[in-house]
């Protein structure tokens, strides 16, 4: 007898986050929370400041990942956290956690954007929905 595949559920099997300390942060992570839940899935979590700067708002602090950890290890939900710190920005980040770590869905968060702000700075979400190696679900904060 030959050992054969698990039937597809349809579920992802990896789930990546890009995580940000704020709203859209925390709608992206309860998304990918209850998305990993809900397959048995592994959840791989993504934080990074602004090209690797730890002083940057978006690089959440010990306390704050220690309590997402908690929370997903009380949930029951396989995981990890990643903070990479080597100048990779934000998107280039989640996509290389995408790549590592085979994901099956990458969730991140949205924000609205005037069409000048989207010209001037770029766009994580755009460069994240263009390149990922797989679907990506977006969210907006309610």
Partial sequence: MTD???PSTG???TVVVGY???AEGLAAYHAARDWAA???SRLVVVNTGRHGDYSHPS???AQELDAISDELTAA???HFVVQPVDGRSAAEAVLAA????GADLVVIGLRRRSPVGKVLTGSTAQHVLLE???PVLAVKAV
């Avoid at 995408?98 to 770590?101: F, N, Q, T």
């Fill in 4 to 6: 054969s595949p698990a």
């Fill in 11 to 13: 579920l992802p099997r």
């Fill in 20 to 22: 940000v300390p704020n």
């Fill in 38 to 40: 809900a397959g048995s």
């Fill in 59 to 61: 690089f959440a602090g």
């Fill in 76 to 78: 029951g939900v396989e």
């Fill in 98 to 101: 995408a790549h590592d770590e």
């Fill in 132 to 134: 990922a190696p797989c």
